[in-house]
């Protein structure tokens, strides 16, 4: 067995801050500061909605009549709240009560191994909750929809939650696994967990149920579409296809499946190179892979992450990808669809257009990367009644946004002629982000989620960038150390070009009650309030948060902070949204003596990864 060697000091979330995008594509950045410096707006606005096109059409008459103008009615947590408090627990609005749901380490099933803190096998976490609690969906029974149970569908169904990290700090309580069993329990925490849950009376719970799994770096996965049968995602050795990892935004498909997206899947790979066999290849180095990775030390005791290994070439290659997961059938592999190409991957919206087809629009999470949309060949019902996903047949475009507020969508196929490097499908695919770079796509400031309003806008977090190379004190975009949000509508979902907007500027909330930095977590509900989470540095004394935001009147409500050190991530609903789901990510970083949440504060208890379900005590609506 290899010995462990010294790694970095790497913060193991923080590698999208890394740019490693060369190309010479115009950076966002500037795009965006001609474009604001045209309209002459956010001069101590917070939104550009009323000069926008986005202002128009996005609600109904009869809702507007029914009071969507000030659809944001409760008492916010305020900055006061917030310096009232330690950290320790979280705060929520007067009008709203919580639980907590799913712990780190709870059993998948009431049946299954109980949590012992610091006391879990490997395997016995591959039947627990796993940590990084992160995107979510919450999916009614079939059997309720099919009968009609409306109150049955608001009651039951099945969670699917993405476990997107957990250091090793947090999960073993060590720097480096000092065996395979170590790095066989890191990686049980990582992946997606489909978990039953129901309301019993009054609390939200796991139940038994045949429906309820939990997928990680070694469940058996399969490939579809362009790539799946590729040189480049087969190894040496001929190893199956396993596992998914980082796990970190989702989608949904509107045939009822989930999607969970890869994100930062470079940094669990490493070399064990002394003798210096493994050099990074041009496309490895694109998509950030190093010696150390971010410090999880898996490739010490697992070839299969040892890029030095020849016997596991390629192995690399077979994450960054948009997986689709049945979350009604047990027995279904995940399915890595590489249609929708390999980046890091955050979020997938869809928007279904006038003709049947489907669009999902899609962030790559790293300084300077891009915005891509997928477009199903046909109509999606056509599709499936052919036997066909409408993931695996359908094009992939990137965006690159104009200066005067319009966009276009750029085809990464053997049909464009900038794409220089490659000549074929799979790879394009495989290595979306240079051809990306050759289309010409426009370089933003980390894309993060993207949710579909009610009228098909697009919105998509910046999280930030603060390398932006233009500062310019009148533009809170230069540099962009706290975030933006961005949205787009397309003119035709078929088509190729859109208008595009900006709705908020973190930077122009502080100070303000409605200060938040670093937008993350997105979703917008059916009435067009846009939720908002955080990940990173809150200034003006707050923690991580989720707040509501009102696009008509640019209002930004505080409805949820969480504990120190700890990231606010997630959102589900059940259909008739009076229950929401988002989750407390990484509490304290795992340090007991920052939080102990979900136990109360003790110094001691380690404090673990949680969702929490979101009542309003009124019994209307999340986010009213
Ligand atoms: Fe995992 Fe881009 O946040
Ligand atoms: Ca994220
Ligand atoms: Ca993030």
């Known amino acids: 067995m290899n010995q462990p060697v010294n790694l970095p000091d790497v913060e193991l979330d923080d590698s999208e801050n890394t740019p490693s995008n060369k190309s010479n594509n115009r950076p966002f950045n500037e795009v965006l500061a001609a474009n604001m410096k045209r309209r002459d707006v956010m001069k101590g606005s917070l ?17 507007a009549q029914d009071g969507i103008g000030n659809n944001i009615r409760f008492r916010p947590v305020t900055l006061a709240d917030a310096a009232a408090g330690d950290g320790k627990m979280p705060l929520i609005s007067p009008d709203y009560e919580y639980d907590v749901l799913i712990p780190w380490g709870d059993p998948l099933e009431p049946s299954g191994p109980a949590y012992v803190e610091r006391g879990n096998t490997a395997a016995e976490q591959a039947r627990q909750i796993g940590l990084g609690h992160d995107g979510m969906y919450f999916f009614p029974l079939k059997e309720d929809v099919e009968r009609g149970r409306m109150r049955r569908m608001n009651q039951r169904g099945i969670l699917c939650i993405n476990h997107e990290f957990g250091t090793n700090f947090h999960c073993l309580g060590k720097d480096l696994p000092e065996s395979l069993e170590d790095v066989r329990f890191s990686q049980h925490v990582h992946g997606v967990s489909v978990v039953r849950i129901e309301e019993i009376d009054g609390t939200w719970q796991t139940v038994d149920s045949d429906v309820s799994r939990r997928i990680h770096v070694n469940t058996p996965v399969e490939f579809s579409g362009p790539a799946a049968g590729s040189d480049l995602l087969a190894t040496p050795n001929g190893n199956v296809p396993l596992g998914t990892v980082n796990n ?20 669990y790979f490493g070399a064990n190179n002394e003798e210096e066999t493994w050099v990074p290849t041009a496309e490895q180095e694109r998509y950030g892979f190093s010696d150390t990775g971010f410090g999880y030390g898996w490739h010490l005791f697992d070839r299969r992450f040892d890029l030095s290994d020849p016997d596991y070439r390629n192995e690399d290659n077979r994450f960054g990808w948009m997986v689709e997961i049945d979350p009604h059938d047990p027995t279904s592999k995940p399915i890595k669809r590489t249609a929708m190409g390999r980046f890091k991957h955050e979020g997938a919206a869809w928007r279904e257009a006038a003709n049947g087809q489907v669009a999902f629009y899609m962030g790559d ?25 409408p993931l695996d047949e359908g094009t992939l475009f990137v965006a690159k946004f104009n200066e005067d507020g319009t966009g ?23 290595f979306a982000r240079v051809a990306a770079d050759e289309a010409g796509a426009t370089p933003m400031d980390r894309p993060e989620w993207t949710a579909t309003a009610p009228d098909g806008t697009i919105y998509c977090t910046l999280t930030n960038n603060s390398q932006r190379t233009e500062p310019n004190a009148a533009n809170p975009m230069a540099p962009n150390p706290d975030g ?11 088509g190729n070009s859109f208008d595009w907007d900006i709705y908020l500027i973190a930077a122009d909330t502080h100070g303000t009650e409605e200060s938040f930095s670093d937008p993350d977590g997105l979703a ?3 009435r067009g309030r846009v939720f908002i989470e955080t990940d990173g540095g809150q200034k003006d004394g707050l923690q991580d948060q989720l707040l509501v935001g009102n696009p008509n009147t640019g209002a930004v409500r505080r409805l949820f902070m969480g504990v120190n050190g700890d990231e ?4 589900a609903h059940t259909p008739n949204r009076k229950v929401a789901f988002i989750n407390i990510q990484h509490p304290g970083n795992g340090d007991p003596s920052e939080t102990n949440f979900p136990a109360s504060p003790d110094g001691v208890t380690i404090p673990r990864d949680c969702t929490i379900v979101i009542r309003r005590k009124n019994g209307g609506p999340v986010g009213s």
Do not use: H
Not at 252 to 267: A, D
């Open 568 to 571: 606010i991530t997630g959102w």
């Open 47 to 63: 939104a550009v909605g009323a000069t926008s096109f986005f202002s128009a059409g996005f609600i109904s008459d009869a809702e």
């Open 365 to 389: 999470d790293q300084r300077f990367d891009y915005i891509y949309k997928y477009l199903s060949a046909r109509p999606w019902q056509d599709m499936i009644a052919e036997g066909v996903s």
């Open 248 to 267: 970190c935004g989702n989608g949904t498909t509107p045939w009822g499946t989930y999607l969970t997206c890869e994100e930062n899947f470079n940094g």
């Open 484 to 494: 933006s949000i961005i949205r787009f509508k397309d003119n035709d979902v078929t």
């Open 524 to 526: 917008v509900d059916n």
């Open 408 to 430: 276009e969508w750029l085809e990464l196929s053997p049909n464009n002629p900038n794409i220089t490097s490659y000549d074929t499908l799979e790879e394009i695919m495989v």
